[in-house]
């Protein structure tokens, strides 16, 4: 009996002692003191909305061959400056080149007996029949010798026009066929701005109109020349064309933005003076049940004081203005009135 009634005494203190422990190890909650917030209302943005681009030029070539032969020699390099009719690459064409001599001899020796059958004609000693028949192989031949000649000017490949080598596909010793690129030259002169836009994007814009635009961190005006509907399956988006106007001589392949004013944009922003940065992330301070609750956002781009939201919050919600050093989770006290920001 006394062995019982010790384990169970035993039992009983080593329960008492990792209560006391448990509540002894247990964190207070840290204290945050209420602060006065004020609001913001949501908005649309202000002055457009910006619309990623690429800056090309209006005359873009790749240089191809409709010969297989292999590369002789390659006489530029990738940032090479080039004027039209410049030789970039030369193909091998001996082949081609002794098809030519036979073609000619061949060309040469029915010219030949043509005279013959024309003085014969003369003559009355040969007949109209005979006579077409030779003309006919004369034309034969001369076609012959007019299809070589273009096919070895194919292993010739010149610039069509004035630009720079923007990149070179092949090296000398290289074998290729029919089609194959070879070297791509992006043309001087006029340049252009390349968009994708949704429906809902294009809406308000047409051809002719003039829009602002970012590239290489100076600001420039393009006119829109082109708009077509949406045809990607996926993405049911269409392209934007537009001519630079002002600057010239950008560097081709630039990022850049297009400000189109009076876009209408889908969903709501909020304004920069909300938005809350950690790290990589951004968000904004919502007022809830009296608490600060950080959301954090995707957001767009804009060019006035707010910016499109993608996706992170609903509509209504109520946006803390400037919220400072403000912790997720704080007590908040609502200041009358809400701020619109603009």
């Given at each position: 009996m006394k062995t019982v009634l010790s384990s169970l005494a035993l039992t009983g203190a080593?329960?008492?002692?990792?209560?006391?422990?448990?509540?002894?190890?247990?964190?207070e909650a840290k204290?945050?003191?209420?602060?006065?917030?004020?609001l913001v209302a949501q908005g649309t943005p202000e002055g457009g909305a910006w619309v990623a681009a690429t800056l090309q030029s209006t005359r873009t070539a790749m240089m191809s061959t409709r010969m297989a032969a292999q590369v002789r020699r390659v006489m530029v390099q990738e940032g090479q400056r080039v004027a039209a009719g410049t030789l970039l690459i030369s193909l091998g064409d001996e082949d081609l080149q002794g098809q030519l001599k036979a073609a000619?001899?061949?060309l040469a020796t029915?010219?030949?007996?043509?005279?013959?059958?024309?003085?014969?004609q003369a003559q009355k000693a040969s007949t109209a029949v005979e006579l077409e028949q030779v003309e006919a192989q004369v034309a034969q031949a001369q076609a012959g010798v007019t299809a070589l000649k273009a096919n070895i000017a194919y292993t010739q490949i010149r610039a069509p026009?004035?630009?720079?080598?923007?990149?070179?596909?092949?090296?000398?010793?290289?074998?290729?066929?029919p089609g194959m690129p070879l070297l791509e030259l992006v043309g001087d002169g006029e340049q252009e701005l390349v968009a994708t836009l949704s429906e809902q994007e294009s809406k308000g814009l047409k051809v002719g109109a003039k829009v602002?635009?970012?590239?290489?961190?100076?600001?420039?005006?393009?006119?829109?020349?082109g708009m077509a509907p949406g045809g990607d399956?996926?993405?049911h988006k269409g392209t934007l064309r537009a001519k630079v106007l002002k600057p010239k001589g950008l560097r081709q392949g630039s990022f850049a933005r297009i400000l189109?004013?009076?876009?209408?944009?889908?969903?709501?922003?909020?304004?920069?003076s909300a938005l809350v940065q950690r790290g990589e992330l951004t968000g904004v301070f919502i007022a809830k049940d009296g608490h600060a609750e950080l959301r954090w956002l995707s957001l767009g781009e804009g060019s006035g004081s707010y910016l499109p939201v993608r996706s992170g919050l609903k509509p209504g919600e109520n946006i803390i203005d400037r919220p400072g050093a403000l912790q997720d989770g704080q007590p908040v006290e609502l200041s009358s009135g809400v701020s619109h920001g603009k």
């Open positions: 080593l329960l008492g002692t990792l209560a006391c422990g448990h509540k002894d190890a247990r964190p204290h945050l003191p209420k602060v006065a917030v004020s000619e001899t061949g029915v010219e030949a007996y043509h005279r013959r059958i024309q003085a014969l026009f004035s630009g720079v080598v923007q990149s070179r596909k092949v090296n000398e010793g290289d074998f290729v066929g602002k635009f970012e590239a290489e961190g100076v600001e420039g005006e393009a006119q829109i020349t399956a996926y993405s189109v004013t009076g876009l209408a944009v889908e969903g709501f922003s909020v304004p920069r």
